[in-house]
């Protein structure tokens, strides 16, 4: 049974293997022909295995190349990225007006390009941002889990990791980081240092802040004035922001939580002043748009307080993204940029259950903070009037890293992406773009910090480890990571998708030795590049 101790010598032959795949073209045929539930080739000892589809890479290739000729610029990259939204919240997932907070953006952007359904995070906010960032799985990067109040980590995770801003900016792009960061406070770790040319947002998590200001969430400290001093001492309640090369500026004191309200209009505004100059400048540009909602606390902005039909603050502030969204999308119309963007809307991880009320929704098991669905399966929507075409859904499998090598991929600067370190990204720029595109990916691997729990495979969820919790709505704050017995936990998602009765020794015999071969090719990866621990490990 796979763990996150693999035995060297299996570990040593699935690399042979491995390398013996890439020897030449006749022994791969023969490969994929003794291995026919696998129809994968790895491209590069460091690259992720790939299901090759060479027909729809010409067709996405064509239609990059049209547009470049049209617009004489490579294409922008704007990815939405929401905080603790459930993949259910959304109408086109099944939510909007049904659960009392219409998206009408959000909707119309997934019938107008492509629904993905089986968009994969990690369980939390910081490894799904570096995933993203990365194309690494944050075991490798060490990013394992959030980083705390006042935390010092005792190795910079970004003194050798290399995000898809940088490349993107060495290619010529403008790079910004618009809203939350959560990937390390400390000098040599900001959003500017790490490859953006421009962050305005904050560095860690709008709770941090929330809890300085709501007497009514957190009396026992608001309302003890010396544990208040004493953590504001290490936690500074602001807007900050910085451009490559400069230091970091505080741009904002956030004071009270109307303050905290009003952080995404603000974020907002950034980000359209950053598309309308760099439109103008006549530059492609990479922006992130981190949005601090829907993380708790959740508490109005002008204008919002119970206008969505709920009335819940939670509520309100979803109908306050698919305004933003809409605000944004109108943005790059005006500019004569939407046609020659993509646009890609995602959540950083499921609907946080322990915040109810001010948590989102998913009709799965779980939620944040666990590999069952509802921790780890998010919205996909991908948008690009002209390129993808309207009406468009699948199923097939996206894990949130496939954003680094895709926007490279879209950008033209795949050679760009470093060849001394693992990228568990895929590149799914043909699945995106052609009409009938499929996922170039294989599996999904999840993983709860340095645990290895469990797999995706075709409909198939394979738990090698389970998160079980001990009270209601307790994922993160009663909970525990238990092994299984002899067989693994199985899920036939098409037929069980709440996960509820394993069938993995009655019904899926015949799988569990696939999904056994590739957790073990995927140890074998951290053989020749292993992890790094920058100390989030627990006491
Ligand atoms: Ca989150």
Redesign the pocket.
């Known amino acids: 049974m796979p763990t996150h101790h693999y035995p060297r010598a299996v570990a040593t032959t699935c690399a042979a293997l491995t390398l013996a795949l890439l020897t030449s073209a006749s022994m791969a045929a023969e490969e994929a022909a003794s291995k026919p539930f696998d129809p994968t080739v790895q491209l590069a000892p460091y690259l992720e295995p790939i299901i090759p589809r060479p027909e729809q890479d010409k067709q996405a290739a064509d239609k990059l190349q049209a547009l470049k000729e049209r617009f004489g610029r490579s294409p922008n990259v704007l990815i939405f990225l929401t ?2 939204m459930g993949w259910g919240d959304a109408g086109t997932y099944g939510g909007g007006i049904a659960i009392g907070a219409p998206t009408p953006t959000l909707d119309r952007m997934a019938a107008e390009g492509l629904k993905l359904t089986s968009t994969y995070s990690q369980p ?2 910081t490894p ?1 941002r570096a995933a993203l960032m990365t194309g690494r799985i944050p075991t490798r990067s060490g990013l394992t889990r ?1 980083i705390l109040t006042g935390e010092k980590v005792k190795v910079n995770p970004w003194a050798d990791e290399v995000t898809a801003a940088a490349l993107l900016s060495d290619a010529g792009y403008r790079t910004a980081l618009s809203g939350k960061w ?1 990937l390390g406070e400390q000098q040599g770790s900001w959003p500017h240092q790490t490859g953006y040319d421009e962050y305005f947002g904050i560095l860690s ?1 709008v709770s941090e802040f929330s809890q300085q200001f709501d007497e009514r969430l957190y009396p026992d400290l608001v309302l003890r004035p010396e544990r208040l001093a004493a953590l504001r001492q290490i936690s500074e309640a602001a807007i900050t922001s910085g451009m490559k090369g400069s230091p970091l500026e505080v741009s904002k004191e956030l004071k009270t939580i109307e303050d905290l309200g009003q952080l995404d209009q603000d974020f907002a505004n950034f980000s359209e002043d950053f598309i309308r100059r760099t439109a103008n400048a006549g530059k492609p540009f990479y922006l992130v748009h981190a949005f601090s909602r829907v ?1 708790n606390d959740n508490y109005p902005a002008k204008g919002y307080a119970g206008k969505s039909p709920a009335g819940f603050p939670y509520k309100d502030a979803i109908v306050e993204i698919d305004d933003i969204v809409a605000r944004l999308i109108g943005v790059l119309k005006d500019t004569g940029q939407l046609e020659n963007t993509l646009v890609f809307f995602t ?3 499921g609907a ?1 259950e322990d915040l109810w009320p001010d948590s989102g929704y998913q009709p799965w098991r779980g939620g ?1 903070g666990t590999t069952w669905e509802g921790g780890v399966r998010v919205p996909g929507i991908v948008y690009w009037p002209g390129t993808i075409a309207a009406g468009r859904q699948s199923d097939g499998l996206f894990d949130l890293s496939d954003l680094f090598n895709t926007a490279l991929g879209v950008a033209g600067a795949s050679d760009r992406i470093p060849s001394e370190r693992y990228i568990d990204g895929i590149d799914q720029t043909s699945f995106l773009l052609a009409d009938d595109g499929q996922s170039k990916r294989d599996a999904v691997f999840m993983y709860s910090e340095n645990n290895f729990m469990a797999v995706r495979w075709m409909e198939y969820k394979v738990h090698f480890r389970v998160f079980e919790t001990h009270a209601p709505r307790r994922n993160l704050d009663e909970s525990t990571v238990s092994e299984v017995g002899m067989s693994p936990w199985v899920y036939n998602l098409y037929m069980d998708p709440k996960e509820q009765a394993s069938i993995g020794h009655s019904r899926f015999e015949w799988g569990i030795p696939q999904v056994m071969q590739r957790a073990q090719r995927h140890a074998a990866t951290f053989v020749d590049y292993p992890r790094k621990d920058i100390g989030l490990g627990k006491p």
């Open positions: 905080d603790d939390t906010c799904t959030p959560h998590v993380h959540s950083d991880n946080n944040k």
